[in-house]
């Protein structure tokens, strides 16, 4: 399984990597929690150009899909043919977002991303404000050029049309508290990808909604989507 965190910066989406991370192997899986861009020779290239002169947009996007070429055939797609949980922090969405608003086609982007990589079973898009983001990210120390007022609005809208278009990103409102989000995320991900799956769960109270899906995709008696409707009703309580 594959699953992605996504949104701009300051929304979450590191620590709802580890939550997610450490909930799964609770489930008895093998956890790969990895982040773009990586600190591979194309992602430490990225990173200088954070906080030094910004690359142009078209040699950013260059060493962006480089950076996922080796991500994806090192980590990502090994550790998916070994049946592991993969947990990725920023993923092409971000490529697509981001280059987009620095006037590339983000729909081109999309599709240059997924001729090789591979899409995610799933996708957390964590929505905030960018006012909000900018708050968050000050006490981090030096300020990267990615992250100004102009920059970051047009990041946002552009990961909204995602989820709009895509129907497997999940919008969730990045502005609460981080265990709420994560009881978004787990009940996405329940009545979601993990509902498609035959898994020895454990008898512990943060597994009980998916202990209720399985139990009632197994009942005869009731035709399926009324058994989705009712554990999902119960799960929300």
């Known amino acids: 399984m594959l699953v992605a965190f996504e949104g701009i910066d ?9 939550k997610l991370g450490a909930w799964a192997e609770g489930l008895g899986y ?10 591979g020779k194309w992602g430490k290239r990225i990173r200088d150009s954070m906080f030094k002169r910004r690359l142009p947009a078209r040699e950013e996007l260059r060493c962006f899909v480089n950076d ?11 550790a998916l043919r070994r049946g592991a949980f993969v947990i990725i922090d920023r993923y ?13 086609d983000p729909w081109k982007v999309l599709k240059l991303n997924r001729a090789f990589a591979p899409m995610p079973d799933i996708v957390f898009m964590m929505d905030l404000e960018p006012r909000v983001s ?7 120390g030096a300020k990267d050029k990615f ?24 919008m969730l409102d990045a502005d609460r508290p981080a265990g709420a989000v994560h009881k978004d995320v787990v009940f996405e991900l329940v009545r979601g990808p993990l509902s498609r799956l035959s898994l020895e ?11 209720l899906a399985q139990k009632l995709a197994r009942t005869k008696l009731l035709p399926q989507e009324r058994a989705r409707q009712l554990w999902e009703r119960t799960a929300r309580r």
């Open 10 to 18: 300051g929304s979450g989406k590191s620590t709802q990597a580890l």
């Open 30 to 39: 093998e956890v790969v929690q990895t982040k773009e861009p990586t600190a």
């Open 92 to 104: 092409y969405y971000s490529t697509v977002a981001y280059q987009g608003a620095r006037g590339l």
């Open 201 to 211: 769960v454990p008898a512990k109270p943060q597994y009980a909604s998916l202990r």
């Open 147 to 170: 992250e100004t007022l102009g920059e970051l609005t047009k990041v946002r809208e552009l990961f909204l049309k995602l989820a709009l278009r895509e129907p497997h990103v999940v």
């Open 68 to 78: 996922r070429r080796e991500h994806v055939k090192t980590l990502i797609e090994p």
């Open 134 to 140: 900018l708050q968050r990210v000050a006490g981090r």
